[in-house]
């Protein structure tokens, strides 16, 4: 069992940055592959970003792409996503999730709001 917690979401104007960081419990965390989604009012929960258990290899959303980076700290076992020039259309709750097989989630957390303001 993992247990996931989010946290860094908040308000921020556009143009901005944020960091979340999402702290896993356990002593396998190095083991799964992690995940970040987001999940706009009305809109379904989308992919953002996610990492291989190793931290080698990286994947991102179009809409992400070069503007937000993923990375890992096994031996803190925190994942983060740094968010840079922030849009008023990244507001969204941000969840994060691990998956022993990439892609197939299997822990979810409670996940973080994140406002951006124009």
């Known amino acids: 069992q993992v247990q996931l917690v989010e946290s860094g979401g908040g308000l921020e104007q556009a143009g901005g940055s944020l960091r979340l960081s999402c702290a896993a419990s356990?002593?396998?965390?190095?083991?799964?592959?992690m995940g970040w989604y987001r999940q706009a009012p009305g809109k379904e929960r989308e992919f953002v970003a996610d990492i291989s258990s190793s931290g080698g290899n990286t994947r991102y959303a179009d809409s992400v792409k070069g503007r937000f980076t993923i990375s890992r700290a096994n031996a803190k076992n925190t994942v983060y996503l740094q968010m840079n020039s922030l849009k008023p259309e990244d507001t969204a709750v941000y969840y994060c999730?691990?998956?022993?097989?990439?892609?197939?989630?299997?822990?979810w957390g409670q996940g973080t709001q994140v406002t951006v303001s124009s």
């Open positions: 999730a691990a998956a022993l097989n990439r892609g197939i989630w299997q822990y």
């Open positions: 356990g002593r396998t965390f190095s083991t799964y592959a």
